[in-house]
């Protein structure tokens, strides 16, 4: 039967919603979304609009999503790209190697999503050049993610182009399409009058009786009002019994098209098939793998209009979607298998929809199918197409005959979907099948299991225990680890690191040191690093940095944050940005985001940009309990706390810190524990509560002692030596200033170098300490740390100051106070403040030194010049720690002091409290 898309009955409001998008199209771009049921009419809306456009002088490229590949990322792309070879080619090399390499017609480096993205507009742009161009896709429900997200990017770019993009999608499709600001159309089921109406023109020889007891029975859906009279009037049963459409429209259209595909030859329905199977309807591909004749054999199907053959006679397409699933529907498991194997044969140059194809064909285990389902696996990674890679690996292991290729083909699916695609359902669900195998014990599961047990419970010492337990039992150390081996090197590492106990870093080191030399990015570098800091040598910097300079368009998630982790500890993250905040804003490696996320917000820390390091911090935090991933939603926290830190929100700060302590303390992580005293005592120093500071940063480690597996002691320096000069314990200060010194630390990056100049000025001897703070300011590279540079100007000029040199300490302290000021790290800035006035400086429009003490504020100020500490008054004013050292914060500034050694005389130097008025 078919439609005629000339004439619709009932739909002149769409049809004219349709023109006018037409029109808009051809002026400045235009988009509509058709949604309705199936065989409502959107689709002989699409070809009636289709053919409309063609009328006006528009270009027609059409597509369609394929329920058999939703699972090939841009296989809905492909079927647009591929009907303009012409424009493809006109493309300039870049463009046109992107959209080539993503759709598997070009090998080559895998291209940014976006490049992607950008190389489909601008080819749409090309072909819309010399006439307007109507994008038509249907099924949108069904094509693959990568191509929906094409189609969206597309769509909101359209204004000012010549180009419409018309869809048509089922409601019920269950996952919502992108945002794209396409205007939707609602097609509603015909009422009855325009039901009898188009009943009586297309079956005038019916009687009425029949037309509106087919009416009734197909509800106003077009395509069953046809079909089912159609159906009628060829069994020729005039009474309307027995003819089997009486459980519902939709699938009893279905069973209509599946009765017209059996009354076809059968050399018709294996075509037919071989087109429902392929998806794109490539006639090249399908009259390769169509056998002799070619396609003469789809003639039959044309005549009876359930296929037509495009105008440029390069694609097959089905008149419904309902065509393709009666063929696919009406064939046998076999036939279905004989034509995928057909299919894998013809694309041997296209190796993830070949794997597909002979994923689908095998039925038994077979190796050699499993291996080239695995080679696709591991070219959609490489691709950034994380969840077909895990989609892909799962399948090879079904078909691996070797039990011990079938576990590590599985535990490597389950680690890719817990480290980067970050679905941690679907990997517990594969690790729970590797379990059940009973010789389960390999490399491979060891690095799935510790992983998942690691980021989700935060369990160290299971991870720990299963990795080197599997590590230990693997083949001699001596070539640099690879695969399953370099995985769980770099899980285990990631487990000694958050440890950072010597029962877990121990071990570690001894396997460690039976390796050889390993590139920058592998896991033993890391593990060095994080044992030894200083031990990074010169060529290894060099090394990664070259590394670091071949991140761009590297689309494999895991290379970036593998580079990136390594690139953190000696500051090389800023190399690394682009391609880390790719990985977090694609959306296709939602594991590894997490870790992108951290990256981005340590970068942003270290550069003083403390609102987007909080910023990502809080996105990594809600993505993490969104997910899961507990263990790094404690990072997180970090950030929040430092940020909270340097903007002098004591409250914020302690929150995070102590939502760090009740989390990871119980389970001995000691890194995070260190993470939440580093952020407590930067808070505390910048409050002026130097004991509180000093007693945090001890926590992280002994002055002069640097423990191996704790890369934070050289962040916390500054907070220790600074915190015990303030109380006195100059011994501690200088010992810990010569081991960070000692350390080798200083040629890493600049910032690690100011850290150690500073250090060293601030312990010298009094004779020595200008020269070595003006060799900390002098150092090159050093304005890109602006915090620490301002602290490097405060404690210049609070050591100026107290040598009486006050003219020479105001510049030094003025500096500071305008580079915190700028930064918006009010604490500090505070200080800077309160030591320019005791030089005998004001700054009347700005500062608070003079303004009365609150009630509680004197009462906190006396009980703590007369020794006590912060608890101690806190207990007996009945108020928090944390309220007491808010107070403190306010006190110091408005008394122009800096410690609490100054309490006593700045308190006595008070005028006196007029008397009380009396009532």
Known sequence: MGFDPIGLIGRDRELAELAMFLDKTAADGATVLLTGEPGVGKTALLDATAELAVAKGARVVRGSGVEYETD????????????????????????REALEVALGLGAGPAPKPIAVMNAALSLFDEAAKEQPLLLVVDDLHVVDHASRSAVGFVARRLAGRRIGLLGARRPESGEPFPATGLTEVEITPLDDADALRLLSRRFAHLPRRILSTVAR?????????????????????????GAGWASGPGRDVRALFGARVERLPQRTRDLLLLA???????????EAAGGPDGLEGLAPAERDHLVMVAENGRAVRFRHPLVRSA??????????RSAHRRLADVLVDQPERRGDHLARATTVPDEGVAAVIESAAESSLRRGDADGAVARLRRAAELSPDRAERRRRLSRAAYLAAWVAGHLDVSHEIMREVRGDPVARSLSAAAAAGFLVLVTEGDADTAHALLMDAIEQAPALSDPPHGELETALFTVTLATQFSGREEHWRPLVEVLGRLPEASPAAAATLGRIHHDLGSVTDDMLRRLDEEISRLKGQTDADVVIRTALVAEYVDRLPGCREEVFRVIRDGGAVGSSMPGLIFVAVDDMYASRWQASAEAAAELIALCEETGYHLFAQVGHYFSAMAAAQRGDLDGCHEHCRAIWDWSGPRRLRRLVNHAHQAAARAA???????????????????????PFNPDVELSAPDLVEAALRIGRHAEARRHAEAIRESGIGRLSSRMALTVTTITAMTSAPEDMTQRFEEALALPGAEQWPFEVGRVHLAYGEALRRQGLNRESRAQLTAARRLFEELGARPWEARAAAELRATGMTRTARGKAGEALTPQELEVARLAASGLSNPQIASRLFLSPRTVSSHLYHVFPKLGITSRAELRDALDALPPEPPAAEA
């Open 327 to 336: 063929v696919v529907d009406g064939s046998t498991g076999e036939q279905r």
């Open 685 to 707: 120093v910048g409050a002026a509560d130097f004991e509180t500071a000093y007693r945090h940063a001890t926590a992280i480690c002994a002055p002069g002692v640097l423990p």
């Open 72 to 95: 090939i990322s841009f296989a809905g792309l492909h079927q647009l790209v591929a009907a303009l070879p012409d424009e493809l080619g006109r493309l300039p090399p870049a463009m």
């Open 276 to 286: 429902a199977l392929e998806g794109s309807g490539d006639i090249g591909v399908l």
């Open 217 to 241: 029975e197909a509800q106003g859906n077009p395509l069953a009002l046809l079909e089912f009279a159609g159906s009628t009037s060829v069994s020729g049963d005039r009474n309307g019994a």
